[in-house]
């Protein structure tokens, strides 16, 4: 590579005019689930502080399923295993299309949310342990401050930055969905208990017939489902979290279309499929129920706010997303930068990257996740966990709210001529 195209090379600068149009629509359907998950978070908090708080906990509490398969769970767990494999299949989907069809397989274009992802873990998490260090047993959620929920952080998005750049949003959308995936191995290596591995080998079979089919292009729901349950009840019984069933699945889809399979949509693969069928299912009902099964807190006035805020757990966990988050994206970007001889593209600032940076401090359905593992949610400190990931989340919010609403005008500007040039793009496309 040459010196002139390092110099040439900008982060955040324009994508083409297909990837903005498919970026632009995964964003809609994001945005929309994030207005049902503050609904669900919202209905959950009032419902656990309201005289029927009783019956909050009997619904999380209610259990269902077939004992003989070890199966008969509770509607909260089933929340937390099932319901957000569905949402891990459509991560891992999205982010297997963004490197292998996006305009993030370039390399060079990769590493920044990658390395941005990877600077969001490592600081957040080593921020935590060093707030927490005196505290018996809090260094088990040492990983709770390290996810972003990128339907919360696009739903606060569509009201304070909706004309933010294309590319930055991109970059928020990968950099989540890689936290979400460096999550699912933090989950599978840290936050599995007693290992069985005979059910976790036997789930390479259906994993297997799993993968055959798609490569063949079938796409038929009674040939699929059978072996994604199997999969998803294997891993289960294994003792990993059965959440990285999603994933395993989502990689084995394919991206482009074989020449074996044919049809009408050549080039593309069942991954695009797959993930127009199932992200409203994710964004609409999977995170929504999530959060009113995991969201609801008895707070117990103002005494009960004070000590889950002042917990030495709380105060990490908060820190972790406010602080540590944005600090470890701002670090990896900047290094990034600064190794490759980067600049921001035109007419973007610093500033604006730290306005995203403090957006990926909203870690609300992961982080909810890791707490539930990493504590009992019937202790206290379990629900402490629940506070301080909520007061995090919000705070993150209105900070990222007001750096990018500094920048309106700006993105105004940068948006008027975007859509000038995709109207040209369009037009040439179609000749």
Request: hydrophobic share 55%; aromatic share 8%.
């Amino acid at each position: 590579m040459t010196g002139a195209s390092r110099r040439a090379f900008r982060l955040f600068d324009r994508l083409s005019w297909a990837e903005s149009r498919r970026i632009a629509d995964i964003l809609r359907k994001e945005t929309i689930g994030g207005a049902l998950l503050l609904g669900g978070a919202a209905v959950a908090m009032a419902w656990a502080n309201s005289p029927w708080a009783g019956t909050y906990e009997a619904v999380r509490a209610y259990t269902i399923g077939p004992a003989s398969l070890h199966l008969n769970l509770d509607l909260a767990t089933w929340a937390a295993d099932g319901l957000l494999a569905v949402f891990f299949f459509v991560a891992g989907l999205e982010l297997k299309r963004e490197f292998v069809a996006g305009d993030l397989r370039q390399p060079r274009r990769a590493a920044v949310p990658v390395c941005a992802a990877v600077g969001g873990v490592v600081i957040p998490a080593a921020l935590y342990l060093l707030l927490t260090r005196d505290a018996d047993g809090a260094a088990a959620g040492w990983a709770i401050p390290t996810a972003t929920d990128i339907a919360f952080a696009l739903a606060v998005l569509a009201v304070i930055g909706r004309y933010l750049p294309a590319a930055l949003r991109t970059f928020l959308l990968t950099l989540a969905v890689v936290d979400d995936l460096l999550a699912i191995v933090i989950i599978a290596v840290f936050y599995t208990g007693d290992l069985a591995p005979v059910p976790l080998l036997a789930a390479v079979a259906p994993l297997a017939i799993f993968a055959v089919l798609v490569r063949r292009g079938v796409r038929s729901g009674w040939l699929l489902l059978p072996a994604a349950v199997a999969v998803w009840a294997l891993v289960h019984a294994s003792g990993v979290h059965a959440t990285v069933a999603g994933v395993l699945l989502a990689f084995a889809v394919p991206v482009h279309r074989s020449e074996r399979a044919g049809g009408p949509e050549a080039g593309s693969g069942l991954a695009e499929h797959f993930e127009h069928r199932f992200r409203p299912i994710s964004a609409g009902i999977a995170v929504p129920v999530f959060a009113l099964l995991a969201a609801g807190v008895p707070v117990g006035g103002l005494d009960g706010v004070t000590a889950a805020l002042t917990d030495p757990v709380a105060v990490g966990v908060i820190a972790g997303l406010v602080v540590g988050k944005p600090l470890g994206i701002m670090a990896a970007t900047w290094l990034v930068a600064r190794f490759t001889r980067a600049h921001l593209d035109e007419g973007l600032s610093w500033i604006d990257v730290l306005g995203l940076a403090v957006l990926s401090g909203i870690g609300f359905t992961v982080s909810l996740l890791i707490g539930g593992l990493a504590f009992d949610t019937g202790s206290g400190r379990g629900e402490y966990v629940t506070m301080g990931v909520l007061t995090g989340s919000v705070v993150a919010a209105l900070l990222a709210a007001v750096i990018l609403r500094l920048r309106d005008r700006v993105y105004r500007r940068l948006h008027e001529a975007e859509t000038a040039a995709s109207e040209v793009s369009a037009t040439a496309g179609g000749r």
